[in-house]
């Protein structure tokens, strides 16, 4: 059995994940803290923010994030490869600056527009 704090909403609400009856959660509220308890023992995932390189604009760097949560396990790995990445000025909010990401299908976005 493992306890977790169910990060859905204000509430947290005290999670009970049953590894050994086919991660059955108990102490959730409502289907988010159901679902969380079970994805964050079989495939725990995480939006990624972070920022690259900009050249050609004002700034140097770009603030970004995978446009959905990718496996936390791929986390540092995605950050490594964005490292190496550089844009050019200018950006819109939401242009993908790097498709498929470490092949998982989630692209990586700007946050902010920059010129
Ligand atoms: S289980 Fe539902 S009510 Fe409880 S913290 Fe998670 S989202 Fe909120």
Same mark, same amino acid.
């Given at each position: 059995?493992?306890?977790?704090?169910?990060? #859905?909403?204000?509430?947290?609400?005290?999670?009970?994940?049953?590894?050994?009856?086919?991660?059955?959660?108990? #102490?959730?509220?409502?289907?988010?803290?159901?679902?969380?308890?079970?994805?964050?023992?079989?495939?725990?995932?995480?939006?990624?923010?972070?920022?690259?390189?900009?050249? #050609?604009?004002?700034?140097?760097?770009?603030?970004? &994030?995978? /446009?959905?949560?990718?496996?936390?396990?791929?986390?540092?790995?995605?950050?490594? @490869?964005?490292?190496?990445?550089? @844009?050019?000025?200018?950006?819109?909010? #939401?242009?993908?600056?790097?498709?498929?990401?470490?092949?998982?299908?989630?692209?990586? @976005? /700007?946050? &902010?527009?920059?010129?």
């Amino acid at each position: 059995m493992t306890e977790l704090i169910c990060i #859905g909403c204000p509430r947290g609400c005290h999670l009970h994940v049953d590894e050994e009856n086919d991660y059955k959660v108990t #102490g959730n509220s409502c289907n988010i803290g159901a679902e969380y308890g079970r994805n964050e023992l079989i495939n725990p995932t995480r939006t990624l923010t972070t920022t690259i390189r900009l050249s #050609g604009g004002n700034h140097h760097s770009l603030p970004v &994030r995978s /446009a959905h949560p990718i496996p936390k396990k791929l986390l540092f790995e995605a950050m490594e @490869v964005l490292n190496h990445r550089e @844009v050019k000025a200018p950006v819109k909010c #939401g242009d993908v600056v790097y498709a498929d990401i470490l092949n998982t299908g989630i692209d990586i @976005v /700007a946050t &902010r527009d920059l010129d």
